[in-house]
Nanobody, 126 residues
């Protein structure tokens, strides 16, 4: 079992920045791949970014457009999502996810992840 706890969400103006954190506990060695998803009101959960265990391989959704950056600090069992130039359409609950397995080819699918955090709300005012 892996427990994931997100933090860092909040209210920010358009163009602002936020840094989300995801702290992992439990069987953290099972969190080989970490990802971020988000879910806006009335929409399905969608993929944002993923990162390999070593942090050298990353995968981003197209809508990030260079604005977001995923990173991880394995010594702290923490994954980060740096978000810049935020837009109102970025408003969503952001979820941290962990994959109990190696890097795959379908990491944008929610079914590829075994563990999920409770989410943290990000609201971008227009």
């Amino acid at each position: 079992q892996v427990q994931l706890v997100e933090s860092g969400g909040g209210l920010v103006q358009t163009g602002g920045s936020l840094r989300l954190s995801c702290a992992a506990s439990g069987r953290t060695f099972s969190a080989y791949v970490m990802g971020w998803f988000r879910q806006a009101p009335g929409k399905e959960r969608e993929f944002v970014a993923a990162i390999s265990w070593g942090g050298r391989t990353t995968y981003y959704a197209d809508f990030v457009k260079g604005r977001f950056a995923i990173s991880r600090d394995n010594a702290k069992n923490t994954v980060y999502l740096e978000m810049k130039s935020l837009k109102p359409e970025d408003t969503a609950v952001y979820y941290c996810a962990a994959r109990d397995g190696p890097w795959g080819v379908h990491l944008g699918r929610i079914d590829e992840y075994n563990y999920w955090g409770q989410g943290t709300q990000v609201t971008v005012s227009s």
